[in-house]
């Protein structure tokens, strides 16, 4: 791993952003993404590492909302974290499988392999960081929170 200090920020919203609709909508998923991107400090990431997390939460959302709608990718400060937000409007994650979201090969999807979201959780780790999920009928967000580096 290469760990750099990055702006995340900057990082989200120059070519990998462009990256990322790309290969979206080349999906035939009709929805769009929305950014709302604070600037905020700079920390250490393997971007390679950050870009498969950021894939992989955003390739969840866009397949789990019916057309026309808009995911929301975040950034934003919280105390001494940067905070991270991948929101969409799809029907939420049931209370059941909640708890085994993460686990390796544990899937919902015909064709899903569940390794999408154990990669997002061991990418998380490695970089001393942590994921939340709020979910509901209106949808669900995932927070990744990563610690500031003095």
Known sequence: ???LMRWL???LTNAFLYYIEK???CSSIDNYI?????????FLMDEKEIRQLIINLVRNGLEAMTSGKFLTISTYIDNDE???TVQDR?????AEILDKIGTPFFTTKDNGTGLGLATCYSIANRHNASIKIDTG???TTFHVRFRKVV
Do not use: A, S
């Open 82 to 84: 940067v905070v991270l």
């Open 9 to 11: 920020r900057d990082y």
């Open 34 to 42: 929305n950014l709302k991107l604070k600037k905020i400090f700079m």
């Open 90 to 94: 799809g029907n939420g994650i049931p």
């Open 1 to 3: 791993m290469k760990y």
């Open 23 to 25: 290969r979206m909508f």
């Open 137 to 139: 009928t209106e949808g």
